[in-house]
């Protein structure tokens, strides 16, 4: 079986992050989303949550998991028996950080990283704009998938 990963923190899961997940969904027999449990990382939605929308909006495709890992990437696609990691490449900006992440993951482990060059529609978007701007009132609805649209202004009129 041909299995990929596509790691992230995912909060919350933006429809740049579902491109992707479906592309490579086409691609590999299996696909795990994996959201890093990072306790140092200040998060507007829980792991638990994150995990619960990822589910949600990844349900249609029947070959994507979703789990949650700590500590190294390359350490879970081990326990996992999982080569290959899928990233999104949105701007010249990501590559230098996203070489230097594949490099060594590839060194530490043999784990190889496939590049996907994001749908031009959603070049521009991350999940911490997407919570900027919608803390402001502006209007994200054609940036994440509608259920998470409804708990971000609901979370976000809480905090
Ligand atoms: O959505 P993000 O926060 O940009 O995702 C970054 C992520 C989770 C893919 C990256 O930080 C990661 O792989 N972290 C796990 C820890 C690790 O393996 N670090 C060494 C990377 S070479």
Do not use: W
Not at 87 to 102: H, N, V, W
């Amino acid at each position: 079986m041909r299995r990929a990963v596509c790691p992230g923190s995912f909060d919350p899961v933006t429809l740049g992050h579902l491109d992707i997940v479906g592309r490579a969904s086409a691609i590999y027999d299996e696909v795990t989303v994996a959201v890093l449990v990072n306790k140092k990382k200040s998060s507007l939605f829980t792991v638990e949550e994150r995990i619960e929308l990822l589910r949600e909006v990844t349900a249609h495709y029947g070959n994507v998991v979703v789990d949650s890992f700590h500590g190294l990437l390359v350490d879970y696609c081990r326990t996992k028996d999982i080569p290959v990691i899928v990233k999104g490449l949105r701007a010249i900006s990501d590559f230098d950080y996203e070489l230097q992440m594949a490099q060594m993951n590839h060194g530490l482990a043999g784990v190889e990283t496939l590049f996907m060059t994001t749908n031009p529609l959603y070049s521009f978007l991350s999940s911490s704009l997407v919570k900027e701007v919608a803390t402001y009132g502006g209007d994200v609805s054609g940036l994440v998938p509608p259920h998470v649209h409804t708990v971000l202004l609901e979370r976000l009129a809480r905090v």
